[in-house]
Structure formats: structure tokens, C-alpha cells
């Protein structure tokens, strides 16, 4: 037989090691009947002299409050110190795993960055000693033209020379 799930519906049930649930009803059914003849000398029978339906509908009435005890249950839990404990170290073990997270990041951040600026340093390190080195070169070259204006101050000029 193909199963197929249809739009709208939850997903198919997944086939797993548990026992039936009709087998666990079975098996609750049978339990109760046990307490009935403990509790009454006798399992249920019809014609029993009691108004079934009244029964089924009281019982109808206290599922019904205890299914609403229980959303309301999963909705709200109730606030006691063990579930109060329990949330703080929740909320702690949240926060501490995002802090950790966000220390990461920036301890990789910071290691990126240190590199980046090693390289950066490297490079103005390099440019720097070429500067220093072109300085040096220029003074070097205005030292030769003092030198050369200074032999040229000294040369007698072209009026001395023709007087």
C-alpha cells in the first residue's frame, strides 16, 4: 500500500521499536478493568443499573480540565525554585556559549588583524629605509653642489680675468 501525506496533514508517523499504541491502550484497558473488580467486585457490565452516558460525560468533563491543566502547564510552567534553577543555568549555559562564540570571533578577529598590521608594519618598515636611503642620497648630492657652487664662488670672474 502507498502512503502519501496529504496537504495540510502532519507528517507521516515514522515506524520505530515501540509498541503499538493499541497494544498500550489494550494493556490499560485491561489494568482498569482490574481496578474496577477491586474497587467494585466486578468488571463493567451493561445494565448495570447507572446512566452510561452521565458516566462517559463526567469523564468527558475531567479529561477536559486536565488537558487544559496541561497546556496551560506547557504554556506557562509554574515558577518553583528547582524550575527556577533549572532556567537560570539554562539562561547562564545560553549566555556563556554565546559569549564564547562572540570570543571567538574576536580572538580570530584580533589574529587577523595582527597580521594584516605585522604586514602593514613590514611594508612601511621597507618604505621608510627606502625614504631614508633617498635622504641620504639627496644629502649626498646637495653636499656635491655646495661643493661645486663653492669652487665655482672661487673661480675669478670673467671681468677680473680680461682686466
Do not use: F, W
Not at 26 to 45: E, H, P, V
Not at 87 to 98: D, E, K, P, S, V
Not at 129 to 135: I, L, V
Amino acid at each position: 500500500m502507498s502512503l502519501r501525506q496529504r496537504a495540510g496533514d502532519q507528517p507521516l508517523p515514522v515506524a520505530n521499536d515501540h509498541s503499538t499504541i493499541h497494544e498500550q491502550v489494550c494493556a490499560d484497558l485491561m489494568d482498569r478493568q482490574a481496578l474496577g473488580i477491586t474497587r467494585y467486585g466486578q468488571a463493567l457490565q451493561p445494565h448495570n443499573g447507572r446512566n452510561a452516558l452521565l458516566d462517559a460525560y463526567q469523564e468527558a468533563l475531567d479529561l477536559s480540565t486536565y488537558l487544559k491543566q496541561l497546556l496551560l502547564e506547557r504554556e506557562r510552567p509554574v515558577s518553583t525554585p528547582d524550575a527556577d534553577m533549572a532556567r537560570l543555568i539554562l539562561n547562564c549555559t545560553t549566555a556563556i556559549t554565546q559569549l564564547s562564540a562572540e570570543v571567538t570571533r574576536l580572538h580570530t578577529e584580533l589574529r587577523d588583524a595582527s597580521v594584516r598590521h605585522k604586514e602593514e608594519a613590514g611594508r612601511l618598515r621597507d618604505a621608510l629605509a627606502r625614504e631614508q636611503d633617498a635622504a641620504a642620497t639627496l644629502r649626498q648630492n646637495v653636499r656635491t653642489l655646495q661643493g661645486q657652487v663653492a669652487k665655482l664662488e672661487n673661480l675669478p670672474s670673467a671681468a677680473t680675468r680680461t682686466a
